[in-house]
């Protein structure tokens, strides 16, 4: 008896944490960009060796942002993922200079926006 309420009190403690990182951008290995990109997926292209990333602006816009993983590209960001949850880490901060001008840092599957607060995608 002892082990189903240890159980239940496991399960209980979990969901915090479950329901914390639900609405965080996540990674989605791909060959080639699709068509049609999903909110909160952060597509990292290039299998072995990753070279390029891609996401729908976090603002709401629909704009696709890409993002060069080259390094003697400029610009270029460095990308981390954390292997505990899929959550990727983009530095430097992404900074759009045309259309909505968004601008925001990619930290642990989160968006951090700058400046004048911005609310995420509804979805």
């Known amino acids: 008896m ?3 309420f ?3 009190w496991e399960a209980v403690r979990a969901l915090p944490g479950r329901w914390k990182y639900r ?3 996540r ?3 791909v060959e080639e960009l699709p068509e049609v990109l999903n909110v909160r997926r952060l597509y990292v292209i290039g299998a072995e060796k990753p070279w390029s990333a891609a996401l729908l602006c976090p ?3 629909g704009e696709t942002i890409h993002m060069s993983l080259l390094r003697n590209d400029s610009p270029s960001w460095t990308l981390r993922i954390e292997k505990s949850g899929n959550l990727p880490t983009l530095s430097p ?3 759009r200079t045309k259309g909505c001008r968004s601008h925001f840092f990619l930290r642990h599957g989160t968006i ?3 400046g004048t607060e911005r609310t ?3 979805n």
């Open 2 to 4: 002892k082990n189903v």
């Open 6 to 8: 240890r159980i239940a």
């Open 23 to 25: 609405k965080r951008v």
């Open 27 to 29: 990674i989605a290995s």
């Open 59 to 61: 603002c709401g816009c």
């Open 93 to 95: 901060s992404v900074w």
């Open 112 to 114: 951090v926006w700058c």
């Open 120 to 122: 995420s995608v509804k």
